[in-house]
Nanobody
Framework: QVQLVESGGGLVQAGGSLRLSCAAS????????MGWFRQAPGKEREFVAA????????YYAVAVKGRFTISRDNAKNTVYLEMNSLKPEDTAVYYC?????????????????WGQGTQVTVSS
């Protein structure tokens, strides 16, 4: 069983920054890829960013590319999402997830375990 706990969400003005963290426990963290997803009210969950097991490969949704950065610290069993130049349309609940493979994965359907989510609200 894997537990994922997100933190770092909050209320920020447009143009501001936030750093989300996701701490993993319950199984060895380092061999597995991780991802961030988000879901806004009334919308479907969407992919945000993914990272492979070592952190050497990352992939971003078009909407966040150049503004968000995903990274991981395998010694701390933690994955991060640095969010800069935030926009009101970034408002959503952000979820981290882990998948039982080393290479990064984009499809949310392939992920095995999910965190409970953290709210990010960007005011205009």
């Amino acid at each position: 069983q894997v537990q994922l706990v997100e933190s770092g969400g909050g209320l920020v003005q447009a143009g501001g920054s936030l750093r989300l963290s996701c701490a993993a426990s319950g199984r060895t963290f380092s061999p597995y890829a991780m991802g961030w997803f988000r879901q806004a009210p009334g919308k479907e969950r969407e992919f945000v960013a993914a990272i492979n097991w070592s952190g050497s490969s990352t992939y971003y949704a078009v909407a966040v590319k150049g503004r968000f950065t995903i990274s991981r610290d395998n010694a701390k069993n933690t994955v991060y999402l640095e969010m800069n130049s935030l926009k009101p349309e970034d408002t959503a609940v952000y979820y981290c997830a882990t998948v039982g493979r080393a290479e990064l994965v984009i499809s949310g359907d392939d992920y095995d375990y999910w965190g409970q989510g953290t709210q990010v609200t960007v005011s205009s």
